[in-house]
């Protein structure tokens, strides 16, 4: 089964409301990272966070990872109608060659 | 400096027949995986190319296959398909590892 799984499936804001989505997975990482894909295109790197830290900032994104929950979450402040896409949360399961890739968070913000 | 292409952009095939899809990693880049994106089972890993070898594999059968040139390009093969191959095919690169990988905009493929 797959390593990521985000929380919730969907989401639909207002544009200026913040969006936040979570990511659990099963084994020890050494990092996790996050993606953004618009309309079934490729994937955006967004950030990626390694498992010693326990937050990253990066724009309006905030990340966190608390390892011993297995557990990740991703904030977007500030939304606008741009963000509207699906995010993915990525880990390596300490392999450190493949990713294992949740099934995605759908974000809608509505202007 | 260009990004990860993808040829082609789409395909249509009839099951039993075989398709190659290509991937250009961006200047550099050593590394190459393979995703297919399916709706009910999301991203999953196909396999992964550095300096010509496989470094891991997904789950997938042997139906399945890749290879890398010497420039790092990269092709998979997928033979004798199957209507559930219907999938949009993401190939990535990355310097060395899997860091921060660079998505290509996809090969939809789509099996009649």
């Known amino acids: 089964s797959q390593q990521g799984e985000e929380d919730p499936q969907a989401l639909s804001i207002q544009e200026g409301e913040n969006a936040t989505m979570n990511c659990s997975y099963k084994t020890s990482i050494n990092n996790l990272q996050w993606y953004r894909q618009n309309s079934g295109r490729g994937l955006v790197h967004l950030i990626l966070?390694?498992?010693?830290?326990r937050e990253k900032h990066s724009g309006r994104l905030r990340v966190t990872l608390d390892t011993s929950k297995k557990s990740s979450s991703l904030l977007i402040t500030a939304s606008r109608a741009a963000d509207t896409a699906s995010y993915f949360c990525a880990t390596d399961a300490n392999t450190g060659n493949q990713f294992y890739f949740g099934t995605g968070t759908s974000l809608t913000v509505i202007p | 400096k260009a990004g990860v292409t993808q040829t082609p952009r789409y395909l249509i095939k009839t099951r039993g027949q075989q398709v190659t899809l290509s991937c250009s990693p961006i200047s550099g880049h050593r590394s190459v995986s393979w995703y297919q994106q399916t709706p009910g089972q999301g991203l999953q890993f196909l396999f992964e190319?550095?300096?010509?070898?496989?470094?891991n594999k997904g789950n997938f059968p042997g139906r399945f296959s890749g290879r890398q040139f010497s420039n790092s390009r990269s092709e998979m093969n997928v033979s004798t398909l199957e209507l559930g191959d219907s999938a949009l095919y993401l190939c990535?690169?990355?310097?060395?590892?899997?860091?921060?990988?660079?998505f290509g905009p996809g090969t939809r493929l789509t099996v009649l």
């Open positions: 190319y550095f300096s010509e070898t496989q470094r």
């Open positions: 966070i390694r498992s010693n830290e």
């Open positions: 990535a690169s990355s310097l060395v590892s899997v860091d921060e990988q660079f």
